[in-house]
């Protein structure tokens, strides 16, 4: 699977962005999709996940200001970030967990979309 991140840049304060990431083949069939983000200096932490059935889940630091979604029939899953908060400047990575016969849930990445919030 090759994901195809793009929608990040700099953005002041309170303002808004919105990621989008493509993968290369039906999104139907993946266990999930979603959204992690790496801080400089941190490590890579979850930001948001949507399953297969649609269910979502959210960071505590994003949650109320970032909304998830997908759309099947594009290969591409977004994510919506309202109220930009300068500690909300990181790379973020699109992911992929898929179930691959004998070897299970296997992750696949992005290559990560930088986005810069300024205070």
């Known amino acids: 699977v090759q994901l195809q991140a793009s929608g990040g840049g700099l953005v002041q304060a309170g303002g808004s962005l919105k990621l989008s990431c493509a993968a290369s083949e039906s999104i139907s069939g993946f266990n999930a999709m979603g959204w992690y983000r790496q801080r400089s200096g941190k490590q890579r932490e979850l930001v948001a996940t949507?399953?297969?059935?649609?269910?979502?889940n959210y960071a505590d630091s994003v949650k109320g200001r970032s909304t998830i979604s997908r759309d099947i029939a594009k290969n591409t899953v977004y994510l919506q970030m309202d109220s930009l908060r300068p500690e909300d400047t990181a790379v973020y990575y699109c992911?992929?967990?898929?179930?691959?016969?004998?070897?299970?849930?296997?992750?696949?990445w992005g290559q990560g979309t930088l986005v810069t919030v300024s205070s």
């Open positions: 949507i399953r297969y059935d649609g269910s979502t």
């Open positions: 992911n992929v967990k898929k179930w691959i016969v004998q070897v299970g849930v296997y992750d696949y």
